[in-house]
């Protein structure tokens, strides 16, 4: 279930019963845990009314949607997956370590798929808990989620998997492509070496969205050079219930894109055998909640394009209705309103990805996303018929014409080739009969 992206934050002991902000987002994903306490019935679950998820869940739940968590590991027999659409391929995108070809497999119960499962909880959990009690509330219970296990986690460390050499992640960004996923949800801190960037840019230019967390201040190495750092995704920050940045953890960076809840979330104890739940605060978890709402609005608006849909998740979030205005570096664009993005039709906005920067240093390039040759890529080709043993293809209703020209002048080549050998041989006979008189 979901968490923090480096492992359990400050715990709160309750939650205020009532909320008065706006949707808020989560801190760090790399947070020690601290020990879990009682938790009141409601407590952690302040989201469910700040965002109206019961109101919109009478609307749309994501259905004929697929969200693709790229996590740790999960355990899927908890009552909060019951019913839900889980896929979960039986091997990991990790090899066991030591064993040069074994697979990990991809669920686990113990308390290294705290992290997954809280995370995957967050899309798709039903709200149904331990005991018949209140459960994790995923904001789009009725979308499909793919859970691929790509990272291996032990206490408060995560490290990268690989399967022959391969990054994991890389691996499971290709499968989830593979797999139709319409938006790629990673909680995980990651370097962005070339191989990776280019796997985000086939996802994205397969219409995907990808959403990734931001790295929080406890995270290792500089913003700009991980995952968060790629070009074209939605960067997600955190708050609290009542709607502010985590005080001493949030980050304030240009790219954040937007703020979620994050903060003082419901999540299972996986250090106490999966039996009782505990406060947590992260992006790991403001990030797959960006995931699920996004989820429903494309449920809502199947027509739109991925593009489209972010348009309307910065355009309409709490401080936006239908201008792209930054709000500061750490909410970015704002808090995100589901409502108000379901009250905003995304087929009305370009078919473009407002979050793309044209900037030479950034990885993947807009070229590499979009598919489309930079003036400069362009600039680089050779010329038709320069030698590169390439021609353009004639325009759409030129092609016959052409290809007359094309047989014309090959029939009237042949016929001069042909002539010039008659004479040849005329001259060559002549000289022969002359030499042998």
């Known amino acids: 279930m979901t968490s923090t992206a480096g492992r359990h934050g400050r715990h709160r002991a309750r939650v205020r019963a009532r909320i008065a902000g706006v949707l808020a987002a989560a801190l760090s994903a790399l947070i020690a845990a601290a020990p879990a306490g009682a938790l009141g019935e409601n407590d952690g679950l302040w989201y469910v009314e700040a965002a109206s998820l019961d109101q919109i869940h009478e609307r749309t739940t994501g259905e004929g949607i697929t969200v693709a968590v790229i996590d740790d590991r999960i355990n899927p027999y908890l009552p909060e997956f019951q019913g839900a659409d889980l896929r979960v391929p039986e091997d990991s995108f990790c090899e066991e370590p030591g064993s040069g070809t074994a697979i990990d497999p991809s669920v686990d119960t113990s308390p290294g798929a705290e992290h997954g499962t809280n995370v995957a909880a967050m899309v798709i959990g039903n709200g149904q808990g331990l005991d018949g009690g209140p459960g994790i509330q995923g904001t789009a219970p009725g979308a499909t989620l793919y ?93 609290g219930p009542d709607g502010l940045p985590v005080e001493g953890l949030s980050v304030s960076h240009p790219l954040v894109t937007v703020a979620a809840p994050g903060a003082q979330m419901r999540i299972y104890n996986g250090y106490e055998n999966w039996e009782e739940y505990r406060l947590q605060d992260g992006t790991s978890l403001a990030t797959p909640w960006v995931a699920g709402a996004l989820a429903l609005v494309w449920s809502e608006y199947p027509q739109a394009t991925g593009n489209q849909i972010i348009q ?10 239908g201008e792209m205005d930054r709000h500061g570096d750490t909410i970015g664009y704002g808090t995100v309103s589901i409502l108000n993005m379901l009250n905003a039709d995304p087929t009305a906005y370009p078919d473009a990805n407002p979050l793309l920067r044209d900037d030479p240093l950034v990885s993947p390039s807009i070229a590499d996303i979009t598919g489309t040759p930079t003036p400069d890529d362009q600039a680089d080709d050779p010329a038709p018929g320069s030698g590169d043993g390439t021609e353009k293809a004639p325009p759409d209703g030129d092609g016959a014409f052409s290809n007359l020209l094309v047989l014309t002048s090959t029939i009237v080549g042949a016929a001069i080739l042909l002539a010039l050998v008659s004479l040849v041989v005329i001259v060559v006979a002549r000289r022969n009969r002359r030499g042998r008189s």
């Open 312 to 321: 309307t998740l910065v355009r309409h979030t709490f401080q936006n209705s």
């Open 147 to 239: 859970f691929y296990a790509a990272s291996r986690t032990s206490s408060d460390q995560a490290w990268p998997c690989s399967v022959d050499g391969v990054d994991g992640m890389l691996l499971a960004i290709e499968q989830a492509v593979r797999d139709g996923a319409h938006i790629i949800s990673i909680s995980l801190s990651k370097n962005l070496p070339h191989d990776l960037a280019d796997a985000l840019a086939v996802a994205q230019r397969s219409g995907a969205i990808v959403v990734v967390t931001s790295p929080g201040k406890r995270a290792i190495g500089t913003f700009d050079t991980g995952i968060a750092g790629a070009n074209g995704m939605v960067i997600v920050e955190a708050a």
